[in-house]
């Protein structure tokens, strides 16, 4: 096969969970050709599709195009854009929409989007007519190496992120890499911050080659892109086969998130820090809380944020810290994270890049001080 055909055909992942299992498509043109992809799992010709404003903007015209070329019939719901639509305001409106427009438990919703819509469509789907079958097609490149694998739904609430949610498994994921050429540079970059956390967490050769090739990647590589997508998928799908339910390993890929979601929650999950950028500012927390600790070299510490300051990302508190925020206000929100067993934090830390690790074993007080020295541009 020559090079140029091996571009044009998608790369194929299954993440394996028996008669669960689902297989992730990537590759540019799959919106084109989602017709055909979708008729595969639909059990009659019609399809749910839920979308926000601004990719019913630029994609959802084309994609209904492409259904309707393969005979499904579809039925479009956007909603607002942007993380306060993760809500149980949005989740009932999405609901009642779903129902006035006689959908039935055999039906298939899709969520055309980003991470927002792929949480909360697929949550819809885990409880409307107590289970509907979905699938995910991510529009930005947060969702297609991330949230758009491995089940995971959700809304936020006050106390937190994603605390309301369920586990319930797609059917299929088409991942177009060619979409990802409409986004604005910094949803690039808050979707280079997972694709970086799998090097971190895991595959220290997969970050040097971030390292020699983030930013062709964001510079608009397709090559790039589909190496970066291909490979965050594989490792999200070999963690997700082995522990489905988040019990152990699978914890790792909450890099950063702990760290991270406290600071969205700070302010307010909006538009001020991005999902990707408050991981990014949380990762380089992580690694550095384990260089104070000694469990991390520090030159590891550096080596993290150095490349993520590289590309664009915020990586110092210091710099993105609003007005009123403390290190006790940082850890109340730290509290919330499902990952609290008997009152005491579990963190992802690091002993060095590509090896991360669980702990149970850093109290709040320890964690408090670390954060106020962050705040205060000591740490």
Request: proline share 3%; with cysteine.
């Given at each position: 096969m ?27 043109g ?8 979708l ?13 926000d ?6 994609h959802?015209?084309a994609?209904e ?50 991470g ?43 106390q937190?992120?994603?605390l309301?949610g ?53 510079a ?6 589909r ?78 944020e ?55 074993e ?17 740490a």
């Amino acid at each position: 096969m020559s090079t140029a055909a091996a571009r044009d055909e998608p790369a194929s992942l299954q993440l394996a969970l028996g008669e669960r299992s689902y297989p992730i498509l990537v590759g540019e043109g799959l919106l084109a050709a989602a017709g055909a992809h979708l008729k595969g799992v639909l059990k009659r010709p019609v399809a749910f599709v839920v979308t926000d404003a601004n990719v019913a903007r630029l994609h959802l015209e084309a994609f209904e195009g492409a259904l309707a070329r393969t005979g499904i019939k579809t039925h479009r719901i956007v909603l607002q854009a942007g993380e306060g639509t993760k809500t149980f305001d949005h989740l009932a409106r999405l609901a009642d929409a779903l129902l006035d427009a006689g959908c039935e438990r055999a039906d298939m919703l899709v969520a055309l989007g980003g991470g927002v819509i792929g949480d909360l469509v697929g949550f819809a789907a885990s409880i409307l007519r107590r289970g509907m079958d979905f699938v995910q097609v991510p529009t930005t490149l947060l969702a297609q190496v991330d949230s758009s694998v491995g089940g995971k739904t959700g809304i936020n609430t006050r106390q937190g992120k994603n605390l309301v949610g369920s586990f319930h498994q797609p059917r299929l994921v088409l991942a177009d890499t060619g979409v990802l050429d409409t986004l604005p540079r910094r949803e690039l970059l808050a979707g280079y911050a997972e694709v970086a956390k799998y090097g971190l967490i895991g595959d220290e050769p997969f970050f040097a080659w971030l390292e020699g090739n983030g930013a062709a990647l964001l510079a608009g590589d397709h090559a790039a892109r589909r190496h970066a997508i291909v490979t965050s998928c594989a490792m999200k799908a070999r963690i997700v086969a082995a522990d489905e339910r988040e019990t152990g390993e699978r914890a790792l890929l909450n890099l950063g998130h702990t760290f991270g979601h406290a600071l969205e929650a700070e302010t307010g999950f909006g538009d001020a820090l991005l999902h990707g950028e408050a991981v990014a500012a949380g990762m380089v927390l992580a690694f550095r809380l384990s260089a104070r600790l000694g469990l991390c070299p520090p030159a590891h510490a550096e080596r993290a944020e150095r490349h993520l300051a590289a590309v664009g990302l915020p990586t110092r508190l210091a710099a993105i810290r609003g007005p009123g925020w403390t290190a006790e206000g940082l850890v109340a929100h730290m509290r919330q994270d499902k990952k609290v067993a008997q009152g005491q934090p579990t963190l992802v830390l690091a002993r060095g890049v590509g090896r991360a690790f669980l702990t149970r074993e850093v109290e709040w007080e320890a964690l408090r001080a670390f954060l106020a020295d962050a705040l205060a541009g000591r740490a």
